[in-house]
């Protein structure tokens, strides 16, 4: 009976905890919380209040007075700031299960593949400590090729790529696991650094991060238009020569020119992989190509990109941004199936 009233109460959840979104699926539900990875705090008298989280924080990002402080708790799809990310996952799982606040759901979280013990433990701790019953972990590579549909279970190679806010994690699988994996720290967050960077070198104007994400959104590319200029947008941002607000238009050409060396890190992490799989599993990455997933592999152009760097066949997931919420969401609804990839505490 206890057991039957725990089940009415208690749903158990999936969370994809990125750098720059974090995900929450329910089970029986699927998907039903996206919102941005950011905390804001009011200060008084030199302690921290939680003001805001997710979609409102992130609206405060560069525009606070001295009194609030929005940041951003996860750093390379790992936990930067332990207390804030104790209060985001807080909020987003009373968000998600609203009919009750007693109720302890198992939460099963993605982590980057090279994440360190330490900082698994730090995630797990974290999860458990915002309310959770259970925590298990699973790799991001496996829940990202689970949701985006590849057959990982066959006795076969897969490749996927999953480029996300902080990393991007590339991966070769067959009967179920990784046979290979690589996390390197280059994502979205890299990319509106890159941005940010040569709008600086390059045009003497300093812009924020919610302008280089529009940049990237709006007329991002990883590959050189062909009439050498592409799209452009207009944007503004403060002069660094005389300090006063400016306007300028950037173009796509320029764009990727800023990409180029990110875009690089990328292609060079998937080349490695191609050379550390095994003969007969890169045969079958020869025949069905890899598969892109994660906000990521939104940028322009991308699977052409790399098409052309690695002269294999580059597909983009039908759902690439929930891809990695899916999988993880997937392997709460068939845990008996998958329970050899989830990492549970004792």
Known sequence: MFAYITSLFTADMAIDLGTANTLVYVKGKGVILNEPSVVAYTIKDGRKEVLA?????KLMLGRTPGSIEAIRPMRDGVIADFVA???MIKHFIRKANKRSKISKPRIIVCVPHGATPVEKRAIRDSVLRAGARKAGLIAEPIAAAIGAGMPIQDPTGSMVVDIGGGTTEVAVL???DIVYARSVRVGGDRMDDALIAYLRRQQNLLVGEATAERIKTEIGTARMPADGKGRSMKI???DL???VPKEIEITQAQVADALTETFQQICEAVMAALESTPP???ADIVDRGVMLTGGGALLGNLDLALREQTGLSITVAEDPLNCVALGTGKSLEYEKQ???IIDFDA
Request: charged share 30%; no cysteine.
């Open 53 to 57: 989280v997710g979609e409102d924080a």
């Open 85 to 87: 990310a104790e209060e």
């Open 174 to 176: 067959s009967l179920g």
């Open 236 to 238: 503004r941002g403060r």
């Open 241 to 243: 020569l005389n300090g």
């Open 280 to 282: 007969d599993l890169a």
């Open 338 to 340: 998958l329970a050899h």
